[in-house]
């Protein structure tokens, strides 16, 4: 009996230790969990509701960008093209983070009101940096208007891509 009684009060104090926050290092130096916890889940968003888009043929310009805080994120993009009535026009647009990207072309010929757009890259940030939405006009230069812009970043404990079968 004496020798079931400190092990349940090292049980006792180790769950009150993790109900209060406190018992991390406990745990962890018993090696019963990771050895240091995981970065908090965060959210980051930025939007811009309006813009114009104009550039050269081939050329790319600066929609948005969102700086981050150093972190391993999931990172998306949403945009709106409202390409008038009658117009033909092709857009790419690029979500950069570090080397990481997405590509998105659209083709749009005017005959839809709104054209959506999304994009998704992950990356691992070692310091804070920023990841930048591009877009420019493809084959002939041009001026779109584009709306409800949306860059929003997901912060991660761990990221995983891989090439899918």
Avoid: W
């Avoid at 998704?120 to 001026?143: D, I, K, Q, W, Y």
């Avoid at 997901?154 to 990221?159: G, K, V, Y």
């Amino acid at each position: 009996m004496n020798r079931k009684t400190p092990r349940r009060h090292r049980m006792v104090f180790a769950l009150a230790a993790l109900a209060t926050g406190t018992g991390v290092g406990l745990v962890a130096t018993a090696g019963t969990a990771q050895s240091a916890p995981p970065a908090p889940a965060a959210v980051y968003s930025g939007f811009k509701n309006q813009f114009t888009l104009t550039t050269v043929a081939n050329g790319e310009r600066e929609v948005g960008r969102l700086r981050l805080p150093a972190g391993s994120y999931t990172i998306f993009a949403k945009l709106n093209l409202d390409v008038a009535s009658g117009g033909n026009q092709h857009i790419r647009c690029f979500l950069r983070a570090g080397g990481d990207f997405d590509r998105s072309i659209a083709n749009h010929d005017g005959t839809i009101a709104f054209m959506p757009m999304s994009l998704n890259v992950v990356h691992t940030f070692a310091a804070p940096g920023s990841v930048v939405l591009r877009c420019g006009h493809v084959f002939a230069g041009g001026s779109t208007p584009v709306s409800f812009i949306k860059i929003t970043a997901i912060r991660a404990s761990s990221l995983s891509n891989t090439p899918m079968p």
